[in-house]
């Protein structure tokens, strides 16, 4: 919640300076004054723009998993292990067994 | 059930390979039946034209063709054939001559035609192309089926010579054997099973279990506590507690606990793999003995007892030899 929040905040203002750099530029254009340096405030801007956009990214990663083999496995299942997709037999009794019993189909 | 968690559980038993048909069937339907729906509206239009609709929706996410082949096998095995027909064909379409989409019609044969039909139809693609796995490997699965163990066991060696690295394959062989009693054989195709894949503990458990079956008991204590190793070794957090076994840790132990008793009633029994005896079977039985005390009564949910505690308790309190 608080990361999402943290990147929207920080995707806009990150907009806002760059709104803000063209406009300036711009200025600077119609006034036939040479390009100087980017007023601080802006550069301030986009400074807090990349730290609250970290915060927000790390925030709002998803639950760290486990590196082990062994924690992986723990996880798994003796059938899913044993399945051999492969050669798995597909005529069985799932046609009889599954059915609707008056046959109709849905 | 939204459509949400029934995609999750789809995605799930994909990556588990798990063949869980009838949850896969049920989901599958009611990821087609929702995304139908917004399309459906005031009329009620035909089930085969909202499937149409549907697909056409899904087929814009990645996943929507492995969902649809996962759906397509499901529904040949739950029998629901007509299902299995229309995703079959919206696949077929989209992947005109792919050996994946042979593979599916394949199956889609061997469900209702006789095997000779299927047999021959994978003959014919074997002459175009005699490395196709898929289809070699559903060849072999039909001629087990039909009772011609040998000629599959033929075919299978010859697969796997071919592809070594497939650890399906190495599976099926050690099944093939097992069924028919030849448990060493079984174990020799288990021991490539452990050499591709040496860090996964069922295929240890089963070559343990393989092991004992065929009587090799030194080779099987060995075994079964390489996967108590496995799946149990890394607690180092836990050293000073207890922890509790869990899952296939607990099989382990009652084949530890199995071996110790054989071994210890005949103390000087030639290994088949020459595996050296265990030192001191005495202490592994009464680790064993305790590791499962421990396992079957810690109490689960609401505090209620393990199934089967008393069983347990008086097998282990048994003398040992």
Redesign the interface.
């Known amino acids: 919640m608080i990361g999402k929040l943290f990147l929207t905040l920080a995707t806009l203002a990150l907009l806002h300076a760059a709104y803000s750099t063209y406009e300036h530029l711009s200025l600077l254009k119609a006034l036939g004054k040479p390009e100087g340096s980017l007023p601080l405030d802006i550069v301030y801007e986009s400074v807090l723009a990349l730290i609250l956009g970290l915060l927000g990214a790390s925030l709002n990663a998803p639950p760290l998993k486990d590196i082990?083999?062994?924690s992986e496995?723990?996880k798994?299942?003796?059938?899913?292990?044993?399945?051999?997709?492969?050669?798995?037999?597909?005529?069985?009794r799932?046609?009889?067994?599954?059915?609707n019993p008056h046959g109709d189909?849905? | 059930m939204s459509l949400q968690s029934a995609l999750e559980q789809l995605a799930a038993h994909r990556i588990k390979n798990t063949r869980a048909s009838q949850d896969v069937f049920r989901n599958g339907l009611l990821v087609l039946q929702k995304k139908g729906l917004k399309k459906l509206g005031d009329d009620g239009k035909s089930f085969h034209y909202t499937c149409q609709n549907v697909t056409h929706k899904l087929l814009r996410l990645p996943a929507g063709w492995t969902f649809l082949e996962q759906l397509t096998l499901a529904s040949i095995d739950v029998g629901r054939l007509d299902i299995a027909d229309q995703c079959l064909q919206l696949i077929a379409d989209k992947f005109p001559n792919s050996p994946r989409v042979d593979c599916l019609t394949g199956i889609r044969i061997e469900a209702t035609e006789s095997p000779e039909t299927a047999l021959k139809y994978y003959a014919e693609i074997l002459e175009a192309d005699s490395a196709n796995a898929g289809i070699w490997k559903r060849r072999i699965s039909v001629l087990r089926r039909t009772g011609k163990v040998e000629k599959a066991v033929n075919e299978l060696v010859q697969f796997l010579d071919t592809f070594y690295t497939d650890v399906e394959g190495w599976l099926e062989l050690a099944d093939i054997y097992a069924s028919c009693n030849q448990y060493e054989h079984s174990l020799q195709a288990l021991t490539h099973v452990l050499l591709l894949t040496p860090q996964n503990p069922f295929y240890m458990l089963q070559a343990a279990e393989t092991a004992y079956t065929a009587e090799d008991f030194p080779l099987a204590i060995k075994m079964f506590l390489t996967v108590v190793d496995m799946t149990d070794g890394d607690d180092s957090e836990q050293l000073l507690q207890e922890s509790t076994p869990l899952g296939i840790t607990v099989r382990a132990w009652f084949g530890v606990k199995l071996c110790a008793r054989r071994i210890a009633q005949n103390t000087n029994m030639k290994s088949p793999s020459n595996t050296s005896l265990p030192k001191k079977v005495e202490l592994l039985d009464e680790l064993a003995t305790e590791r499962l005390r421990v396992a079957y009564s810690s109490s689960g949910q609401k505090g209620e007892i393990a199934k089967g505690r008393q069983e347990v308790f008086a097998w282990v309190a048994a003398p040992l030899a």
Do not use: H, P, V
């Open positions: 082990t083999w062994a496995m723990k798994r299942t003796i059938d899913g292990m044993d399945s051999r997709l492969g050669f798995a037999q597909y005529k069985s799932g046609k009889l067994l599954f059915a189909k849905e």
